[in-house]
T-cell receptor, first 109, second 115 residues
Framework: GQNIDQPTEMTATEGAIVQINCTYQ??????LFWYQQHAGEAPTFLSYNVLDGLEEKGRFSSFLSRSKGYSYLLLKELQMKDSASYLC??????????FGAGTTVTVRA | IAGITQAPTSQILAAGRRMTLRCTQDMRHNAMYWYRQDLGLGLRLIHYSNTAGTTGKGEVPDGYSVSRANTDDFPLTLASAVPSQTSVYFC??????????????FGPGTRLLVL
């Protein structure tokens, strides 16, 4: 099974940077995903990490340390449309995804 | 159709009633999944199917059943609904289900209220 922890809420100002941390404990590891979910909508894929290090995709970057069971999602140059929940999900050896409860990010003008 | 569709969009159901949530995808994905999402608990896997004709239990399967008669459809049935099954239900699919880096694509969700 999985134990995935991420903060419940974060608030930041438009144009700023926010870092969402995710820690996990797993008996097997096959990759870590970040999803974005706007209120009332379906989750959509943001990033995938399976090796240690940083993956950059435009304003969004994701980092993974497998030895520490730790990942973060970095959102740069925040825009109002980035207000959403961000879900950390870990894939175990059986290829099933386990999700954290999500972090709600509120971007203020 | 493009992607995954779910029906109904929302439903109010009396406790004890039977209900089937429908999910259809047109991407020819082998793997499909049903999740429920509750406040503070995140997405939890109910059932999954790695390919047509096979299904498996997820984290919270009790009270739910699924079938996978073909590649495109993956209905979820509540045999006798209870109030604790009030939730938002998401169907998802992925190309293979056994490849590490493939992502899952989610349908728009069904909001179910059991009274």
């Amino acid at each position: 099974g999985q134990n995935i922890d991420q903060p419940t809420e974060m608030t930041a100002t438009e144009g700023a940077i926010v870092q969402i941390n995710c820690t996990y404990q797993t008996s097997g590891f096959n990759g870590l995903f970040w999803y974005q979910q706007h209120a009332g909508e379906a989750p959509t894929f943001l990033s995938y990490n399976v090796l240690d290090g940083l993956e950059e995709k435009g304003r969004f970057s994701s980092f993974l340390s497998r030895s520490k069971g730790y990942s973060y999602l970095l959102l740069k140059e925040l825009q109002m449309k980035d207000s959403a929940s961000y879900l950390c999900a870990v894939r175990e050896g059986d290829y099933k995804l386990s999700f954290g409860a999500g972090t709600t990010v509120t971007v203020r003008a | 159709i493009a992607g995954i569709t779910q029906a109904p969009t929302s439903q109010i159901l009396a406790a004890g009633r039977r209900m089937t949530l429908r999910c259809t995808q047109d991407m020819r994905h082998n793997a499909m999944y049903w999740y429920r999402q509750d406040l503070g608990l995140g997405l939890r896997l109910i059932h999954y199917s790695n390919t047509a004709g096979t299904t498996g239990k997820g984290e919270v399967p009790d009270g739910y059943s699924v079938s996978r008669a073909n590649t495109d459809d993956f209905p979820l049935t509540l045999a006798s609904a209870v109030p604790s099954q009030t939730s938002v239900y998401f169907c998802a699919s992925s190309p293979d289900g056994t490849s590490g880096q493939e992502t899952q694509y989610f349908g728009p969700g069904t909001r179910l209220l059991v009274l």
